[in-house]
């Protein structure tokens, strides 16, 4: 195999007999050379000329020139390799990174799921704070869960957080959630309810925005399917809970009783 180096210092120092030229396989040209120099001496003009040319052309260049024979085995080789990729699917590398981004993505949804396991745990066991940490990691990787949203409209009720209560509600309708009838039956919005905001919301945000089929697990069992239960019933009894939370509030507000004692009576009656 020819080297550019070679024949480029070869041309410059031996160039006027047409070193360069034998050294390239070019014999015809070599003895040109040699011709010319003992006729016209003008061999050693060609010859700066062929150094010149040399040290600017690019190797690529020179090995398709000279190392023709070469050049042909790689082109041959990369040729065969692209043909095994056609047949035989993508390299192993390929797949190796297409298995480890499906575990990625499974990995993603048992962290999820774990997620939304243990808020629904610390919510049961009316921590509330630990409940909602939970959910917003969820919201982290999901923010368009609308069950989530809702499961955190209820957290924040529980803690009086009557904005960030309300901006949940109106996100998880954003997102799908369309089952009014637990905006007015789940006991976690009992406190929400009873805020005067709650008649003029209901009315003129959540009524305004097209809903979709909601998407995602009521991860705080708001609706029991298991049983069959009397939803009459079930609205009477909210209602009287409500009054009682309405008279609570009252009586906290004038000073009568604790927030403390209001805490505690609260949590009795949900």
């Not at 009252?250 to 604790?258: A, E, K, M, Q, V």
Request: charged share 35%.
């Amino acid at each position: 195999m020819k080297n550019k180096n070679t024949a480029t210092l070869l041309a410059f120092f031996l160039g006027w007999v047409g070193a360069h030229r034998f050294y390239l396989g070019q014999y015809v040209l070599g003895f040109l050379y040699i011709l010319l120099f003992f006729t016209f001496g003008i061999s050693f003009i060609i010859a700066l000329i062929d150094f010149f040319g040399f040290l600017t052309m690019r190797r690529e260049r020179f090995d398709y020139l000279y190392n023709r024979m070469y050049f042909d085995n790689d082109y041959k080789e990369f040729l065969s390799r692209r043909k095994s990729f056609q047949k035989g699917g993508p390299p192993k590398m390929v797949k190796k990174e297409a298995r480890k981004r499906a575990r990625k993505a499974k990995s993603t949804r048992d962290v999820v799921l774990e997620l939304k396991k243990e808020g629904k745990s610390h919510y049961e066991n009316y921590e509330y704070e630990q409940a909602v940490e939970l959910f917003e990691k969820v919201l982290e990787i999901n923010s368009r869960d609308a069950a989530i949203h809702f499961n955190l409209a209820c957290c924040f009720s529980l803690l009086e957080n009557k904005g960030r209560a309300f901006r949940h509600l109106k996100l998880a309708v954003e997102n799908g959630f369309d089952d009014f009838g637990r905006f007015k039956e789940h006991r976690g919005l009992a406190w929400l309810r009873v805020q005067d905001e709650w008649d003029d919301l209901m009315k003129t945000n959540f009524k305004r925005i097209k809903l979709l089929e909601a998407e995602g697990e009521d991860l705080l069992n708001s609706k029991d399917t298991s049983e069959d239960v009397n939803r009459d019933a079930g609205t009477e009894k909210d209602d009287k809970i409500l009054v009682q939370l309405r008279k609570l509030k009252d009586l906290r507000d004038r000073g009568l009783i604790s927030d403390l004692e209001f805490s505690k009576r609260k949590e009795a009656l949900l």
